[in-house]
Each structure stands twice: as structure tokens, then as C-alpha cells.
């Protein structure tokens, strides 16, 4: 993977975190779980040390980008953990697995 990879996986990434925000924000659950799968499938490359590291404005894009993924898997938190507490509280026995 070179360097250029590395950047279009991350922008890649950041783009379907920003679908998974829309999903969210708009009930979309079927759609939230396909672009979670996606987004993992894209994100496979990342583990296991794989990505070459980068420097000068190459380095800051990427660091731009992981901000960008965090905030956006903190708006999908926001909004999916509240409605998975209700629907745990909801179901009887649900949290006894917990």
C-alpha cells in the first residue's frame, strides 16, 4: 500500500462515516448496518500495521480525516445509544446477558 492508498482508504472511510450520520439522524437502520459493514470491510487494511506511515501534509490530511471519523462515530453514538437503551428496556431479559 503506498501512500496514496493510504489517504483515499481514510477519505473513503470518512465518507461513509458521513452516510452512516445521515442513516442515524434518519431512522435508516437497515442502511446504518450496510455502510457499518462496508466501513469495516474498508477499514481492514488499517489493522495490523499494513498502512505506511506518512508525513509533511500527507500526515496532517490523514489526521484530519481520523478527526473527522471520530466526530462522526460520536454523532452516530449520540444518536444510536439512546434508542439501544430503549429497545433493551423494552425487550424483557435483554440485559441479563450483560
Not at 500500500?1 to 452512516?20: C, F, G, Q, R
Not at 488499517?46 to 508525513?55: H, N
Not at 471520530?70 to 431479559?93: V, Y
Request: glycine share 6%; with cysteine.
Amino acid at each position: 500500500m503506498i501512500s496514496k492508498d493510504v489517504l483515499s482508504m481514510y477519505e473513503n472511510i470518512a465518507d461513509l462515516t458521513n452516510k452512516m450520520v445521515v442513516a442515524a439522524r434518519t431512522s435508516n437502520w437497515d442502511g446504518l448496518e450496510h455502510l457499518e459493514k462496508q466501513c469495516a470491510s474498508e477499514a481492514v487494511a488499517t489493522v495490523g500495521g499494513s498502512a505506511p506511515a506518512l508525513s509533511g501534509a500527507k500526515r496532517q490530511r490523514k489526521i484530519d480525516l481520523l478527526k473527522q471519523i471520530l466526530a462522526n462515530d460520536r454523532e452516530i453514538r449520540n444518536i444510536t445509544e439512546p434508542w439501544m437503551m430503549q429497545l433493551s428496556s423494552a425487550i424483557p431479559g435483554a440485559r441479563a446477558g450483560r
